[in-house]
């Protein structure tokens, strides 16, 4: 499958992840959600880096402390805040915030390194957030300033900042493969998941799931661990050592389309104004993008996955 199909393999998937966490959540919470989730995931990353590139991979060379830093903002901070969130809004809603992720890294880079956008990403920005902004107020803006939107859309947007610099610290971990990266970054942040999991069941702070509440959601668990959480990892990852980061990220637009498109055939109405706010927010993403591309005035985000996986790692197993 050439780069094209695998950057749209993930991006269907993760379109699939909201409406499909959204449905499991009054049976398992975000918490043991993300616990049962993470516990499955990286053992599976685990067993995969074994399997392709043998136990010296499973080495941290120094770095253990920045790798659970990471896997703590990108798998434990990020699937807590926002499967939290998700409960409190829509799926639409969460889905639309991950597609302003280019954005928000354009934000860090300005505040961390310096690096000030340019007057047409800026321009961007603010189409983009016009447009989330008609999307969650359903083109009511008096529920923005009138405080009944805020809260949930609020968690996924902290979550998907966290998400944001765990990706751009991805080529800082030089001669390691996505696979190892990923795996090394995962099995520290599903610790910390399980901890807070098992403090909460021993405290009574979280309702526990029974067995029969897990056996119910055994498809949508199945989705969540092997279709959003480990084949859409892979071929993302494979579809950018195809085309370059700044080309696949363009997919990333998709998402939030194939969400509300789910969201539809389930029977949710959705408003002219959504429409309008989920067409002007893509719209703003892919101009910037592609002025990035063309150098003529938007910002060139970093290129994260980019880097060359050896050979013998599950990127060729994907291809």
């Not at 590139?53 to 060379?61: P, T, V």
């Not at 639409?92 to 000030?116: C, D, F, H, K, Y």
């Not at 340019?118 to 969650?136: N, R, Y």
């Not at 939030?256 to 408003?271: C, D, F, K, S, Y």
Request: charge should be positive; glycine fraction near 12%.
């Amino acid at each position: 499958m050439g780069g094209v199909g695998l950057a749209l393999v993930a991006c269907l998937l993760w379109g699939g992840q909201f409406p499909v966490a959204k449905a499991i959540l009054p049976n398992l919470g975000a918490l043991y959600l993300t616990a049962i989730r993470y516990a499955i995931i990286s053992v599976l990353f685990i067993a995969a880096l074994l399997l392709f590139e043998g136990r010296r991979a499973l080495r941290y060379e120094g770095r253990f402390l920045r790798a659970a830093i990471l896997g703590v903002l990108g798998f434990t901070s990020f699937n807590l805040l926002a499967f939290d969130g998700l409960a409190h809004t829509r799926p639409e809603n969460a889905a639309l915030i991950s597609a302003t992720m280019p954005l928000q890294t354009a934000l860090i880079l300005w505040g961390w390194r310096r690096v000030r956008p340019s007057k047409a990403t800026l321009l961007c920005m603010l189409a983009a957030l016009c447009g989330v902004g008609l999307v969650i107020s359903r083109g009511q803006w008096s529920f923005l300033t009138s405080g009944q939107v805020g809260y949930g859309d609020l968690m996924v947007l902290a979550a998907y900042l966290g998400w944001v610099v765990y990706t751009m610290c991805v080529r800082s971990f030089t001669g390691w493969s996505p696979l190892r990266f990923t795996a090394l970054t995962v099995l520290p942040g599903a610790v910390v998941i399980l901890i807070i999991a098992v403090g909460a069941a021993v405290t009574g702070v979280a309702r526990t799931p029974s067995l029969t509440q897990v056996g119910d959601s055994w498809w949508q668990l199945l989705y969540m661990i092997a279709g959003s959480g480990i084949a859409s990892v892979l071929s993302w990852n494979a579809s950018v050592q195809r085309l370059g980061a700044q080309n696949a990220i363009l997919f990333m637009n998709l998402v939030p389309v194939i969400t509300l498109v789910i969201e539809i055939a389930q029977g949710n109405g959705v408003n002219e104004a959504e429409l309008v706010g989920a067409s002007l927010t893509i719209g703003a993403l892919v101009v910037n993008n592609l002025l990035g591309r063309r150098g003529t005035g938007g910002v060139a985000f970093p290129e994260g996955n980019a880097q060359p996986a050896p050979s013998g790692t599950a990127m060729d197993a994907v291809s």
